[in-house]
Structures are given as structure tokens and as C-alpha cells.
């Protein structure tokens, strides 16, 4: 015959189960939130450096047309940001 003791013990094995089985459930929704999060931010990064990467591929596009189109005009800007440069460096 189970005495109120052994009853009580038991409940509180019951619930510590429980409370186990909670623990992990929100362990594992925990997990499922910072794998989401680090998918959401690896996305926006790559979504970021493509902008970025076609941006730059747009700029280099735009330089060459100018210099193809201004050859002259070209040398003689890169003549002067070496020469300036030069002298800045040279100090």
C-alpha cells in the first residue's frame, strides 16, 4: 500500500519529467530560431555583397567607356594624380 509520501514523490517525479520534456522542447526551438536567424542573416549579406559586386562591375564599366571615349583626357588626369600624389608621398 502507497503511503501520501510515496504519492507525493512520485507526483514530483512526474512533474520533473515534464519539466525535462519542456526544457528540451524549448532547447530545440531555441536552436530552430538561431539557425533561422543565421540563415536570414547569411541571405541579406550575400544579397548585399551581389548589389555590391554588380555596382562595382557597373563603375568599372562606366570608367572604361570614358577612357575609351576620352583617351587623351584619361592620360593626362592620370599624369596629374601621379604627379600630385608624387609630391605628397615624397615628403
Known amino acids: 500500500m502507497a ?13 520533473f519529467s515534464a519539466l525535462k520534456s519542456e526544457l528540451s522542447d524549448m532547447g530545440k526551438t531555441l536552436s530552430q ?7 536570414e542573416g547569411r541571405d541579406r549579406i550575400r544579397a548585399a555583397a551581389d548589389h555590391s559586386r554588380e555596382q562595382a562591375r557597373e563603375t568599372w564599366g562606366a570608367f572604361e567607356k570614358e577612357v575609351e571615349e576620352r583617351p587623351m583626357t584619361s592620360l593626362a588626369i592620370a599624369l596629374g594624380i601621379g604627379f600630385i600624389l608624387g609630391k605628397l608621398l615624397d615628403r
Open 3 to 15: 503511503t501520501a509520501t510515496d504519492k507525493e514523490l512520485q507526483e514530483l517525479k512526474d512533474e
Open 33 to 39: 530560431l538561431a539557425r533561422s536567424a543565421s540563415n
